[in-house]
């Protein structure tokens, strides 16, 4: 029998992400078939903030991480693409401002089984995930995050920009 210490650590992290995105996507759905899908999506939004938030905190205190917005943020995101299982590029465009565009994402790919692109929650799980990203790694800090490109409407990725207020 093989014991989980003998697992490639490769293939623990794949699962572990597999096993993190289709545990909160049968949340998801268990929730939104229990209380409607406005609802679910609340609490997903509430949820995910408040989950980003802490793990932004621990990716700066794991990390070590210090510095400037432009030069942590990229960090951050790439870390929790990862997780996530997005395939991501994330363009600075100057010290107080940065655009993020996800080429390829996971969790489009689950919901869209479920929901056409007119109903997918997906951008406002998104922007609730950068918003507790940002405060918990930046705290004091205001940002303007704005949706330029949405995969769910046709776009070719989905584009977030952040801007430092």
Do not use: H
């Amino acid at each position: 029998m093989i014991d989980a210490k003998d697992i490639d650590s490769q293939k623990m992290l794949d699962l572990a992400i597999y096993a993190f995105l289709r545990l909160d996507g049968a949340w998801f759905l268990a929730t939104s078939e229990q209380y409607g899908v406005e609802a679910a999506t609340e609490l997903d939004v509430r949820a995910w903030e408040a989950f980003s938030e802490r793990l932004g905190r621990r990716i700066v205190q794991m990390m070590n991480l210090e510095g400037e917005f432009s030069d942590m943020f990229p960090i951050l995101m790439k870390i929790q693409n990862t997780l996530m299982s997005m395939k991501s590029e994330i363009t600075v465009i100057s010290e107080d401002r940065l655009v993020i565009r996800v080429n390829d994402c996971e969790v489009w790919k689950m919901v869209s089984k479920v929901w056409d692109r007119e109903t997918a929650p997906c951008y406002k799980i998104t922007q609730a995930s950068i918003r507790g990203l940002l405060r918990g790694a930046f705290p004091g800090m205001e940002f303007e995050i704005t949706q330029k490109q949405l995969i769910p409407m046709g776009d070719p990725c989905c584009e977030v920009e952040i801007i430092v207020k």
